[in-house]
């Protein structure tokens, strides 16, 4: 019913493909979210990547039938420094040519600050800064089309250049690109002071905004502490509405990869499981 994943490098780091592979194995995800860097020694370099490099990932993941849903390059398409924004930008235009020979098509990205570590500075939501993230989306989605990939972008509320349903969807309908989409993170993007709505209705204005441009979607929890979010808790043990939400995708999105995220080896088989008593339910 559910076609959910893992972020690989939750559950190995610095470790072959043939080592995470094993790891991964004993939880049957569907697929996984793959950043290359952060799970694989010895992953190259930017520049480094190939056809043979790429097609070895794949081969040895299709041995234990995991297919990879994102190739997660998670840049600053904003980056206060040009000369580093440059190579982010060209690291992520090496994925989107080498996509299809990991047999993926998305490459996943948040949008960026105008702090080099993507954290909050009040610049952020300057015109300016936005039309520096659609200049920086219109290169990689040019790229990405003349590839047949995908760049898929993340929402993140208050801290990022997009940083609300609202500019979601107007990033969306500035590019109006088929090789542009959304990863949706419903936590990423509820306001750190919490909501002014009902979660069921939150969701659903996201999925109007947006909905036919969502490619995956990444599953945490949250809970608000000293009216404060914390969204660093895995899926089922905090305060979200997962048969709301899980109702809306399975009518709207059947069988899209739902990707982990802030789980480990100790609670990822807790969080799957939830997911998939939780969908039962819905039905």
Same mark, same amino acid.
């Given at each position: 019913?559910?076609?959910?994943?893992l972020?690989?490098?939750?559950?190995?780091?610095?470790?072959?493909?043939?080592e995470?592979?094993?790891i991964?194995d004993?939880?049957?995800p569907?697929?996984?979210?793959?950043?290359l860097a952060?799970a694989?020694?010895g992953a190259?370099?930017?520049?480094?990547?190939?056809?043979a490099?790429?097609?070895?990932i794949r081969?040895?993941l299709?041995?234990?039938?995991?297919?990879?849903?994102?190739?997660?390059c998670?840049i600053?398409?904003?980056?206060p420094?040009?000369?580093?924004r440059e190579?982010?930008?060209y690291s992520?235009?090496?994925?989107?040519?080498?996509?299809?020979?990991?047999?993926?098509a998305?490459v996943?990205t948040?949008t960026?600050?105008?702090?080099?570590?993507?954290?909050f500075?009040?610049d952020t939501?300057k015109?300016s800064?936005f039309?520096l993230l659609?200049?920086?989306l219109?290169r990689l989605?040019?790229?990405a089309e #003349?590839c047949g990939?995908?760049?898929?972008?993340?929402?993140?509320?208050?801290v990022?250049t997009?940083?609300?349903?609202?500019?979601?969807?107007?990033?969306q309908k500035r590019?109006?690109?088929?090789a542009l989409?959304?990863?949706?993170?419903?936590?990423n993007?509820?306001p750190?002071a919490g909501l002014?709505e009902?979660q069921?209705d939150?969701?659903a204005?996201?999925?109007?905004?947006?909905g036919?441009?969502?490619?995956?979607?990444?599953?945490k929890?949250?809970?608000?502490?000293?009216s404060?979010?914390n969204g660093?808790?895995?899926?089922?043990?905090g305060?979200m509405?997962?048969?709301s939400?899980?109702?809306?995708?399975m #009518?709207?999105?059947?069988?899209?990869?739902?990707?982990l995220e802030d789980?480990s080896?100790?609670?990822?088989?807790?969080a799957?499981?939830?997911?998939? #008593?939780?969908a039962?339910?819905q039905?």
């Amino acid at each position: 019913m559910l076609q959910i994943g893992l972020r690989a490098h939750d559950y190995g780091t610095n470790v072959t493909i043939e080592e995470l592979a094993q790891i991964l194995d004993s939880y049957k995800p569907d697929s996984i979210q793959l950043a290359l860097a952060k799970a694989l020694r010895g992953a190259p370099l930017p520049g480094g990547l190939s056809p043979a490099y790429a097609r070895k990932i794949r081969q040895v993941l299709n041995k234990y039938n995991i297919s990879i849903a994102v190739l997660g390059c998670y840049i600053n398409p904003i980056h206060p420094d040009p000369d580093i924004r440059e190579k982010q930008l060209y690291s992520f235009e090496e994925h989107l040519r080498y996509a299809r020979d990991f047999d993926c098509a998305l490459v996943g990205t948040e949008t960026g600050s105008c702090n080099a570590d993507c954290s909050f500075h009040p610049d952020t939501q300057k015109d300016s800064s936005f039309d520096l993230l659609c200049r920086s989306l219109e290169r990689l989605v040019t790229t990405a089309e #003349k590839c047949g990939a995908v760049a898929a972008i993340e929402a993140v509320a208050d801290v990022h250049t997009v940083n609300s349903i609202e500019k979601m969807a107007l990033v969306q309908k500035r590019l109006a690109s088929p090789a542009l989409k959304v990863i949706y993170d419903p936590v990423n993007l509820i306001p750190g002071a919490g909501l002014a709505e009902t979660q069921k209705d939150f969701f659903a204005r996201a999925f109007e905004a947006f909905g036919d441009k969502i490619a995956a979607i990444h599953a945490k929890d949250f809970r608000m502490e000293n009216s404060l979010k914390n969204g660093r808790y895995s899926a089922g043990t905090g305060e979200m509405d997962y048969p709301s939400l899980l109702s809306l995708i399975m #009518k709207q999105k059947p069988q899209i990869d739902i990707l982990l995220e802030d789980t480990s080896p100790e609670t990822g088989k807790q969080a799957m499981e939830f997911l998939r #008593k939780t969908a039962l339910l819905q039905t």
